[in-house]
Each structure stands twice: as structure tokens, then as C-alpha cells.
């Protein structure tokens, strides 16, 4: 940096008395298109500088409220991932939550409808437990939910998906049987 | 990130760029005039790079309307600085630190201004205050030199504390579970003595008080004699608030958590069972560590008030520190007292809150849970949270543990309606 310094003072100063006529210095006619050259370089690195670093102290922010925790914005979060098209794990994440709302499902049918776990396994499997076709549709594999022309274009066009559609029914439906039997 | 530290404005850059470009075209083009613009920008920029990085003077005094506010009374906070050094400070950022669990209700904990050698500045603002022990942090001062290219970021301290107690709320009268003795509470023991149930007659003794002499039989027989009744004895029991980070979740993210109502809920039930004459304790489960004995008498309230008020395990915001759920579970029944009952302030919404019940339950001391309900059914999330929650609610009922879940109506009167539903 202080060579640098130094370097810049030396150069102004024995331009300055080029330019006065005490000095000469005999320099190639090439040497001032490479100082223009040189000017542009080290002007598109000052450019690029000061694109890419950014190390601004983090200043604090007291009017910003601490942030707390809903229940279940975890889960939405979840359902969000799981349900994008093609995401890697994609699969195996959707199947962790339709396992887990089984379990919650199973649970709500043996102790708001009074089945045995057996009972509601079956009830779930057939889509018999609920009379919307896009819940029954979640847990029954051989159940056709007749998605409509308008949902398959967003499904196809959106990171909408028919599993995050039939999850929302289907936990709907679950909350509906809670709220009967509170 | 550690203060004080020193950083260049780095937007001087782009002066930089464009006083070479201009430079570097005039000379490749040979236009002088395009070289002469290019000295104003370079200048500028050399300017601020030749700029030394200020070392402000500052004293700092914070003032409050009042050190002891009530909950959501708005406190006026005063910062004034002065600048005590020998040189004037051209250019001063202040950012006051107002205590985190704290929102700004008026006016801005922010401030710019320039201060000659021994001027002062002030600005003031407003926060609400919420129910605890609140600490400010430093004044969190960025001086600039006066080309604006050099700062120097900097913290000053100054010890400004409040303290938010509010006063335990009306009693709610919570029964306690019935245990091998009888009814708890109103506990009644064998022996005879004073109370309100009939227990026996016996022959007057000299000192028996004389409501209790019967005097239809002494009219009847000339003989005196005394009704003895069931004597009551008083239970003991422990509130346990669930201050882990589940505890502190809440409706919306900009509400106040759960934690608020849990600790409504505990002075409630404190107070209702004092009333009747419980010993009655208080402890979390958090990370911080917080057990009050079960006791008596008004110092024992004033303890607790002050514990439900400002105990670190019961920070309006979750602490960072991890949470050992068996060891706290072991310390706790390794305090409870063996005849103690427990009263569990939790929102449910995790199976340890679930599971903790019926431990402490099955460990002979009976729980009954009081849960405030965070629940809110906008999302699917939200919905499946307030199912689960259900599921929980339902499954300690079934293990005979009571639940009272706490809505939006206050929490006395949700308590007379549990109880008059039990007892139905």
C-alpha cells in the first residue's frame, strides 16, 4: 500500500516536471495507449470489487421483534419441499409424511369414530373414512380423485402438486372429525 | 464480530472505476477533456482513501421514565451524548440497545447528528414494557470522518435496567385430584378436629371451643358434649411450567408466546390453592434451572411473584441453551415432596409435554394439565398441529390425567367450566 503511495507521488512529480521542461524522459509512443490500457483494467477491477465484496458491518436492528414459533409452520414448510417437481428426496420425504399422517389418521379414527386400529387402517385404505374424494384419494392407493382439467394445467405449470392438494384435504377432513368430537 | 472495529466505505469504488475509465479513454483517445473530468473523481476518491478513522470522546447517559413500569405501560427512554473529546465529530450514527424481549412503541432508537468538542445530543423514544427483567445493551455508535470514506463502529455501555412485575393474577380454583387420602385440597385426614364434615361426638372436654359444643343434646340429655369434624389437612402442590423452546410458541409469529399465558395461568392456580390453604411451589422445565419449595405466607407469595415476573428460566424469549429433558425430569421428581400433586402449565404441542404428564403422573404425583392453546387453524401445518394436539389432549384424558384447555376465554372462567363439566 505504501509503495504503492510512494509510486503514485514519484510518477506525478516527475510528470509534473516533464511537463514543466526540467526533465526529460524519453519514453515510446507505445507507452501512452498501455497507461490507457492499464487506467481501464484496474477501473473494470475497482467495478468488479465493488460488485462482489460486501463486508459492511452487520449493524444491529432494535426495532426487529423476535420472531416465535407457530405450530405446524415447520410441517407447511415440509409439505412445500416435499411437493416441488423433481427435487431430489422428493420422494422419500412425501412418503415420510403420508406415514406420518397415517399414524395421526389411524389415532383420530380409533378415537373419534371408536374403530379398532385395524378397522381404520382399512377405512383409510379403502377411502371410506370421508366423503371428499381428494382426502380419501391421500391414503387409498386404488382411489381416483378425478382431478379436473384446471388443477392437472396448474399442477403441470406450478410447483402446485396433486400430493400437497390431497394432504391439505385429507388433514382438513382429520381436523373436521377432532372439531366433532372435542 | 467484535467491536470496536474500523471499515472503509467500499461505495468509493465505483469513484474509483469511473475516474480511471474516463482517464483511461481520454488518454487511448487523446482527448485531454475527458482526462481533465477524471481528476475530480479521483480526487474525491483519494480524498477519502487519505481519510484517518475517527476515535470519538463520548459520554452516554441513559434515562427512563420509570425503572418499574407495568406490563404494556409505554417507558420513555432518553439517550443523551455528549462529545467530551478535544475535536469535533463530524458525523455520529447512534443505534440505542433496547432490550430484545422490548418493542419500540414510539418514535426511533436511531440518531444522526454532528457534535463539536463538548455539545451534547439527545433523542428519546418509547418501548411497551412486557413482564420481566429487562437489561439494555450498549449504544452502538458508527462515526464517520468527513469525507464519509473511513468508520469507526463502536459500542458505549451504559447500565440501564427495568423490571416488570405484574401482580399475580385472580385466583382460579383448580380441584386437585383425589388421592389415596381422600379428596386433596380440602384434604380430609382420619383424625377428628375442626372443619365443616361431621366426623363424631365425644364428651366435652374443658378448652373445647363453644361452637362446637352440641347444644340440642345438651338441652335434651343436661350432658355436655362436642362434635368433633373432619379435620382438613392442606395438600402441597407444584406448579411446572414448561419454559423449554416448545413452550414458547405462539399464534402468529409477532405475538406474544404462549409462555405469557402459562405463566398467567400458574399465578392463577397459585393463588387458588393458597386461598385454601395449599403449600404450593413453583418450578420449569427449561434449560435455566428454577424450583421454589412449596410454602406458605405472604413471603412465599411475594417469592413467587417475583419468580413468575423475572426468573431467567422465565425470559419472555426462549433461551439458546440446550434443553436435557431426562436430567430436568429427574431433578424434578427428586424435588417434588412425595404427597405432591402437580399442576402442568404446557401448550402440548410435542409428545415430551405429553409424555412428561403421565411420568410425573405415574411416579404418584397426580398432574393435572393446564394447557393454553396456541393453536390457530390457517395452514395445513397448523391444522395437522391442532389435530395432534387433540390427539394429545385426549390421550392424557384417557389416562385419567385432566386436561384443561385454555382458549380465548379468560382462564378462570375456562376453569369453572372444566370443573362444572367434571363434576357433571
Known amino acids: 500500500m505504501r509503495w504503492r503511495t510512494a509510486l503514485g507521488v514519484v510518477a506525478v512529480l516527475v510528470g509534473l516536471a516533464a511537463a514543466g521542461g526540467l526533465v526529460d524522459v524519453g519514453l515510446p509512443a507505445l507507452f501512452v495507449p498501455l497507461v490507457g490500457v492499464v487506467a481501464v483494467l484496474i477501473a473494470a477491477g475497482a467495478v468488479r470489487d465493488s460488485l462482489s465484496a460486501d463486508d459492511r458491518p452487520v449493524l444491529p436492528e432494535p426495532e426487529r421483534r423476535h420472531a416465535a414459533s407457530v405450530p405446524g409452520d415447520e410441517f407447511d414448510t415440509l409439505l412445500d419441499s416435499a411437493s416441488l417437481h423433481g427435487r431430489i428426496g422428493g420422494a422419500s420425504d412425501r412418503d415420510a409424511i403420508r406415514d406420518r399422517l397415517e399414524q395421526v389418521a389411524v389415532d383420530v379414527l380409533t378415537r373419534y369414530d371408536g374403530d379398532t386400529p385395524e378397522r381404520a387402517r382399512q377405512r383409510l385404505a379403502a377411502g371410506t373414512w370421508t366423503d371428499d374424494p381428494l382426502a380419501a384419494a391421500f391414503f387409498g392407493e386404488g382411489v381416483d380423485p378425478s382431478t379436473s382439467v384446471i388443477d392437472r394445467v396448474r399442477f403441470a405449470a406450478t410447483s402446485d402438486s396433486a400430493f400437497r392438494q390431497q394432504a391439505a384435504h385429507a388433514i382438513a377432513e382429520l381436523d373436521r372429525h377432532v372439531a366433532g368430537g372435542r | ?424
Not at chain 2, 452502538?140 to 469507526?152: L, N
Open chain 2, 1 to 424: 464480530m467484535s467491536l470496536p472495529l474500523t471499515h472503509r466505505n467500499e461505495g468509493r469504488q465505483g469513484m474509483v472505476a469511473a475516474g480511471l475509465a474516463l482517464a483511461g479513454v481520454g488518454v487511448l483517445t487523446g482527448r485531454p477533456g475527458l482526462l481533465l473530468a477524471s481528476t475530480v473523481p479521483v480526487v474525491l476518491a483519494a480524498h477519502a482513501r487519505a481519510a484517518t478513522f475517527p476515535s470519538p470522546d463520548l459520554a452516554v447517559e441513559r434515562a427512563v421514565s420509570t425503572t418499574t413500569p407495568d406490563r404494556e405501560e409505554a417507558v420513555e427512554v432518553t439517550v443523551t451524548v455528549t462529545n467530551e473529546g478535544a475535536s469535533t465529530a463530524p458525523d455520529l450514527r447512534f443505534i440505542d440497545g433496547v432490550p430484545t424481549a422490548l418493542t419500540v412503541a414510539d418514535g426511533t432508537p436511531r440518531h444522526a447528528t454532528a457534535l463539536r468538542p463538548g455539545e451534547s445530543t439527545s433523542f428519546s423514544y418509547a418501548v411497551t414494557a412486557e413482564r420481566g427483567h429487562h437489561t439494555f445493551d450498549p449504544l452502538y455508535v458508527v462515526a464517520h470522518d468527513t469525507s464519509g470514506g473511513a468508520a469507526r463502529h463502536s459500542e458505549v455501555a451504559v447500565e440501564t435496567e427495568l423490571e416488570c412485575v405484574p401482580p399475580i393474577p385472580p385466583a382460579a380454583t383448580l380441584p386437585l385430584r383425589p388421592s389415596a387420602a381422600g379428596i386433596t385440597g380440602e384434604t380430609v385426614t382420619p383424625e377428628g378436629g375442626a372443619g365443616v364434615a361431621f366426623h363424631t361426638i365425644r364428651e366435652y372436654r374443658r378448652g373445647d371451643p363453644l361452637n362446637r359444643i352440641d347444644w340440642h343434646r345438651a338441652a335434651r340429655t343436661g350432658d355436655l358434649s362436642t362434635v368433633e369434624y373432619q379435620r382438613e389437612r392442606s395438600a402441597t402442590v407444584v406448579v411446572v411450567l414448561d419454559a423449554r423452546e416448545e413452550g414458547y410458541v405462539a399464534s402468529d409469529e409477532h405475538d406474544r408466546t404462549v409462555l405469557e399465558r402459562s405463566v398467567e395461568a400458574a399465578g392463577a392456580v397459585y393463588e387458588g390453592r393458597r386461598l385454601v390453604g395449599d403449600r404450593v411451589g413453583v418450578a420449569t422445565l427449561s434449560p435455566a434451572d428454577c424450583w421454589l419449595a412449596p410454602g406458605t405466607g405472604s413471603g412465599h407469595r411475594a417469592r413467587v411473584r417475583s419468580l413468575l415476573a423475572t426468573h431467567e428460566a422465565l425470559h419472555p424469549l426462549p433461551s439458546d441453551d440446550p434443553f436435557f429433558g431426562v436430567i430436568s425430569l429427574s431433578r424434578l421428581r427428586r424435588r417434588l415432596p412425595s404427597d405432591a400433586q402437580v399442576v402442568f402449565c404446557s401448550p402440548l404441542v410435542d409428545d415430551y409435554a405429553a409424555r412428561t404428564a403421565r411420568r410425573l403422573d405415574a411416579a404418584s404425583h397426580p398432574v393435572t394439565v393446564v394447557s393454553p392453546d396456541p393453536t390457530v387453524g390457517t395452514t395445513t401445518g397448523q391444522r395437522l398441529a391442532r389435530v395432534e394436539r387433540s390427539l394429545r389432549c385426549s390421550t392424557l384424558r384417557e389416562a385419567g390425567i385432566p386436561v384443561v384447555d385454555w382458549g380465548d376465554e379468560t382462564f378462570q372462567s375456562t376453569v369453572a367450566n372444566a370443573v362444572r363439566r367434571w363434576s357433571a
